[in-house]
Nanobody, 114 residues
Framework: VQLVESGGGVVQAGESLRLSCAAS????????MGWYRQAPGKQRELVAT???????NYADSVRGRFTISKDNAKNTVYLQMNSLKPEDTGVYYC?????????WGQGTQVTVSS
């Protein structure tokens, strides 16, 4: 199984970015897809998750600004990030959870300047 992320970059506060994470190498249905982030000197934290049935969960710090979505046919999860803030800066990781294992993406850097 391989997860490939894309969409990170450098933006100014208030701007938007869209992250994508595509899984390949398995035909099993994923249970949960999620996005996590890690800022310098801090622990990795949950940003948002979406289940196989479409139920979503967000960190309080991003609720109302970020939207997680998925395309089952493409085995891809997205994170639309609007109204970005400098405190959103960090490496963003996707995570796919199957019955047999969890897999993480390689991470993509998001930098928000003030």
């Amino acid at each position: 199984v391989q997860l490939v992320e894309s969409g990170g970059g450098v933006v100014q506060a208030g701007e938007s970015l869209r992250l994508s994470c595509a899984a390949s190498g398995t035909s099993f249905t994923v249970n949960t897809m999620g996005w996590y982030r890690q800022a310098p000197g801090k622990q990795r934290e949950l940003v948002a998750t979406i289940t196989r049935t479409g139920s979503t969960n967000y960190a309080d710090s991003v609720r109302g600004r970020f939207t997680i979505s998925k395309d089952n046919a493409k085995n891809t999860v997205y994170l639309q990030m609007n109204s970005l803030k400098p405190e959103d800066t960090g490496v963003y990781y996707c995570k796919f959870s199957w019955n047999f294992a969890d897999y993480w993406g390689q991470g993509t850097q998001v930098t928000v300047s003030s």
